[in-house]
């Protein structure tokens, strides 16, 4: 069974940092590329920062460029998302989710997600 389970997130006051973690199972990461996503409240949902199979591409939504970092261990099927100096407007639900092919940061191209895991920036 392919699973993607995220963890990391909580309540963090503006300016403050998170790590989010996604461990993946049933599947090796080796020949996935890697997304991170999130959605708010009345939003659609939208890419954070996306990563190619080998970790050599890397995308980053303007709204995040600076301040999140990507990354991937294959060998230990592991995905992070560095986040700092967060904002009250990163609050969100995040998702992590993989695809295969032609690297794409679209959530339409992902075809396993996993379950989220909440992130709320508030003073």
């Known amino acids: 069974q392919v699973q993607l389970v995220e963890s990391g997130g909580g309540l963090v006051q503006p300016g403050g940092s998170l790590t989010l973690s996604c461990a993946a199972s049933?599947?090796?990461?080796?020949?996935?590329?890697i997304g991170w996503f999130r959605q708010a409240p009345g939003k659609e949902r939208e890419g954070v920062s996306c990563?190619?199979?080998?970790?050599?591409?890397?995308y980053y939504a303007d709204s995040v460029k600076g301040r999140f970092t990507i990354s991937r261990d294959n060998a230990r099927n592991m995905v992070y998302l560095q986040m700092n100096n967060l904002e009250p407007e990163d609050t969100a639900v995040y998702y992590c989710?993989?695809?295969?092919?032609?690297?794409?940061?679209?959530?339409?191209?992902?075809?396993?997600w996993g379950q989220g895991t909440q992130v709320t920036v508030s003073s």
């Open positions: 049933g599947f090796t990461l080796d020949y996935h590329f």
């Open positions: 990563i190619s199979s080998d970790g050599g591409d890397t």
């Open positions: 989710a993989t695809g295969w092919g032609y690297y794409s940061c679209l959530p339409t191209e992902y075809p396993y």
